[in-house]
């Protein structure tokens, strides 16, 4: 298989003629947008123009960008503490400095120990949850940077998943405890547990399809799919050799070793799974089948803790592409379908522990284990006539 990266699609054409193209008319403003999106998340590079200063003392082990507004990042550490930064500050500086606006340092009530997962809150940006090696999920209000309601779940807790389509109010936790925790918003208190895995759970998603639908990952090799409404909740053990045993047969393993990340595409039809064996894969959401994408030989994931691949939220044309960090310190842009390596990130002087995706820009958002967040942007398109591009043609008929 040829692992040698994609020539970007769309690079013959320059971007300027393609603002061209929009003003006579020979585009129209959807397909303009795809493909500028496609030329930008094929041209990302990391940004020397944006600096995040280095806030925490330890690895920074998770990220995540609220959806609301697109405008803060959030991080936490393996020093316990959790920042905010605010990524509209200076913004339309030549050069970025961005600074941690808020902060749980020296506050009695933060985490005791590294902290493993960082959500925001899918609504709204005035609270956001975290969970932690301490044993505790942790309800944060963003104005008041307080602990709104702590869950003590007496193990290491790896990740956990809030819904962004559900009304339950539901946090699923990965945990040292083989048993997926689920902890109710609304009442501050655990509900039922769903049985199945028989290691530590390093990973959770829940669908964006389907409410009550539910993926794990764990080291006992499996992926497993949940129903939270049935009473025998698991619906099945994905099969990495689409055998035709029972779903739920002990020999289904997705993976030939630890399960450390799973993430469903934004339309909920594919879910990606990857483990300590250095294999991606793709799953079939209404099949729950191998796809037998060949993702090749250069992903290296021996990574301790939860590792969640990052799905593009905007297929650009008719492509996603799904990122995914790897032990020698870059970061393997790939073809979802395809398996083809688009592109190889290079510049983070240590192991790439998180990555979140900025929609409204295209940026994307990396922390390492090297104690820095850093930017990565389009690198041949101009910041500001993106922005303004994409912004105005959401006013603009494609009717015409």
Known sequence: MNLSPKRPLGSVTRCKN??????????????????????????????????????HVGAVNTIDIEEAE?????????DGNIHVYDLDESEREERRIIKSIASTHGSYNRHKGGVSRVRWYPFDNGMFTTSSFDSTVKVWDTNA?????????????????????ATHGLIATASADPRIRLCDLKSGAFTHSLAGHRGTVLSIE???????????????????????????SCLCSLDLHNSNSPPLSESNSAHTRTVNGVNF????????????????????????QNTLTNYGTMIRNQFVHNLTPLISPISAGSVYYVLHP?????ILMFD???????KRLTGSYGRVTALAWRPRTQEIY???????????????????????AIADQDTWSDSD
């Open 326 to 330: 790897s032990d020698d310190r870059s």
């Open 366 to 388: 990396s922390a390492g284990n090297d104690h820095d967040i850093l930017a990565w942007a389009p690198k041949s398109v101009d910041r500001d006539d993106a922005l303004q």
């Open 265 to 288: 595409t934004p339309d909920g039809l594919y879910l990606v799974t990857t483990g300590h064996d250095d294999k991606m894969r793709l799953w079939n959401m209404y099949t729950g």
């Open 18 to 55: 393609v603002f061209l193209q929009l003003e006579l008319g020979l585009l129209t403003p959807t397909a303009f947008k795809q493909r500028l999106l496609d030329k930008q998340i094929l041209d990302i590079a990391l940004d020397p123009s944006t600096t995040i200063e280095r806030e």
């Open 70 to 78: 697109g405008r803060y990042l959030l991080s936490g550490g393996g």
């Open 145 to 165: 940077m307080e602990v709104a309601c702590t869950f003590d779940l007496q193990n290491k807790v790896y990740s956990h998943a809030m819904s962004s389509k």
């Open 336 to 342: 979802l379908m395809d398996g083809s390596l688009a």
């Open 206 to 232: 829940w669908s964006p399809r389907h409410e009550y639908l539910l993926a794990s990952g764990s080291t006992d090799t499996t992926v497993r799919l949940w129903d939270i409404r049935k009473s025998s």
